[in-house]
């Protein structure tokens, strides 16, 4: 059986909507909610949130998702406010206009855009909350980021506040809030404290992660975005959506700390 435990945010929402999934389509992505010009997916691990034209990705199975359902064969726009990495999976908001895309991409930059992670790192962390500060930088011309001394003239600095959730044998699970937004944030600031998400080899994991392919590309890696809060573009609600793990996350083997 899954452990479901409270969420945490240190200054929550008052006013949400929580919605279960309505469907799982064809494409393997779950829809979660869904009003006026506004989606919120449930983005599958090991899928590009955007890529070029002729490679595989959630934003081109959710237009011809939508092209298919509403009967129409011209492109249509599907904004993306935002991304999640290529192993990563949860909620992830869409627009499908420009405007609607501007007034979610203002929240993120403005961070009123509420994010709460779940990860399952190697080891046992020992506190059972705290906060993690680092500074980072992005590796020029390569697909990673790495932790650099402060006076570094490209580091930024990198901030998230976690606590434990349970554990497990040689594992823990977090729940984790950004404060800050760096590239590969929560993969390099777990990593750099022994603790890498499990099946994230590109910084340091030693055991794999989800279902087994010889594609490294469509590997998983232990982390999700399980919930995403925002206000609508439109209607100015506030929305608040949690995302479901995918069965291989297997929290049942976990222990309440």
């Not at 059986?1 to 909507?17: A, G």
């Not at 506004?38 to 599958?44: F, S, T």
């Not at 794999?208 to 995403?228: C, S, V």
Request: hydrophobic share 40%.
């Amino acid at each position: 059986m899954n452990i479901e435990l409270p969420l945490w945010f240190p200054d929550r929402p008052k006013k949400c909507s929580r919605l279960e999934p309505l469907r799982l389509e064809p494409d393997g992505f779950q829809i979660l909610y869904e009003e006026g010009p506004c989606l919120v997916i449930n983005k599958p691990a090991g899928l590009l949130t955007q890529a070029p034209p002729g490679i595989d990705s959630l934003e081109l199975r959710v237009r011809r998702f939508l092209q298919q359902r509403e009967g129409k064969s011209h492109n249509l726009y599907l904004g993306l406010p935002h991304r999640l990495d290529r192993p990563v999976s949860g909620a992830i908001v869409l627009a499908r206009h420009v405007r609607a895309a501007r007034r979610i991409a203002e929240q993120f930059a403005q961070r009123t855009v509420h994010k709460l992670y779940w990860a399952i790192v190697e080891g046992i962390v020992e506190q059972s909350s705290g906060t993690w500060s680092d500074w980072m930088r992005k590796v020029p011309e390569q697909a990673r980021s790495e932790t650099v001394p402060a006076a570094h003239p490209d580091a930024q600095q990198a901030i998230l506040h976690f606590r434990v959730l349970a554990h497990a044998p040689q594992a823990t699970w977090l729940e984790i809030q950004l404060e800050t937004g760096r590239t590969h944030q929560i993969r390099v600031q777990c990593s750099t404290r022994g603790h890498a998400v499990l099946g994230d080899f590109q910084y340091g994991a030693t055991r794999p992660f989800g279902p087994a392919t010889d594609d490294t590309r469509e590997r998983w890696i232990a982390l999700h975005a399980r919930t995403l809060a925002f206000d609508h573009p439109m209607t100015r609600a506030r929305v608040e959506i949690q995302a479901p793990v995918p069965d291989d996350w297997h929290i049942a083997d976990f222990r309440s700390s």
